[in-house]
């Protein structure tokens, strides 16, 4: 079976996409810096398939490992590209660190893509391209809005890159996958969302606060013009989203694609508020959480929903699992890495 590349392999959307690589019998590859993840996540993805893939930590930072690596494995077919730094907040901090981290590294993987006889490659790109889009739900059509900070412009930018590239590289193939939410966890609690400090995201700090890890949740605004006040997601479990992975990729490696680049929204379709995720957490964990409306968080958009219409037509893929689905997997991985 065709050896796959997968960077960032043992991040959170990374590791869940190796487990439905290997379940469908490809030869996967990692290679990740440790940065936000850990080792330890191979021995997750084993427990989960029996297989333990092929690991390398690089920095794709570096030029000469990159080069070196595929140098070693000239036979990789496909790429699927996690690997960037994705904290909204500390972009807007650290630019230069992102624009090095997301786009520099993805210059280097693309040029070495481009010495092989014929790459597939997917790109983990984001809804964050659209900003606040004027209408909803959110098509593939839709405007690409100035970006809300660095993190969204690094996928805007990487998007550019590789539409570029594809032009002028008959061999390569790509397509970016617009992620709207990503939450929940593999059903087995082997492998799930491991955030490094205070979680950014709604999900895993609902998780930590039922856990007794953080004091309270912060609902940052009550005042949007939405029904319950709050802002509203399409909240897609990881699973999903990485069974989307498998389907793009093996869209390219059949020649199946409609053109050599391509973007397709993953999402359910479904638009949920913080206070509706908040309640389904608490329906399937049976447990109160505690919360308070705080103000509203800076460059938060009202809402973003996707037309889903796209993936279903060209993919075949649509979402099985919904938002109980995802709040009951994360609560059980939560439980079980905090040994509650
Ligand atoms: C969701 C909703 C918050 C935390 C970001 C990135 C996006 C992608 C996913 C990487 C918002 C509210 C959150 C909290 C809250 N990341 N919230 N209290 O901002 O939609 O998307 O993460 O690819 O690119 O932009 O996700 O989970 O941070 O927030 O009330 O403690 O939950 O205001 O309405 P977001 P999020």
Redesign the pocket.
Known sequence: MDKILVTGGLGFIGSHTVVELQEAGYEVVIIDDLSNSSENVLDGINAITGKMPAFEKIDLKEKADVEAFFKKHSDVKGVIHFAAS?A?GESVNEPLMYYENNIGTLVYLLKELKKLSEASFIFSS?C?VYGQADELPITENAPVKEAESP??NTKQIGEEIIRDTCKVVPTLKAIALR?F?PVGSHESAEIGELPIGVP????P?ITQTAAGIREQ?????DDYPTPDG??I?DYIHVVDLAKAHLVALERLLQNKNAANYETFNLGTGKGSS?LEVVQSFERVSNEKLNYKIVDR?EG?VISAYADTAKAKEQLGWETKLDLDDAMRSAWKWEQKVRGV
């Open positions: 994705k909204v984001s964050t993190y969204g992620y939410n950014q995201n709604l999900v700090f949740l912060s609902v940052f605004g709050t802002c997601r913080v968080r938060d």
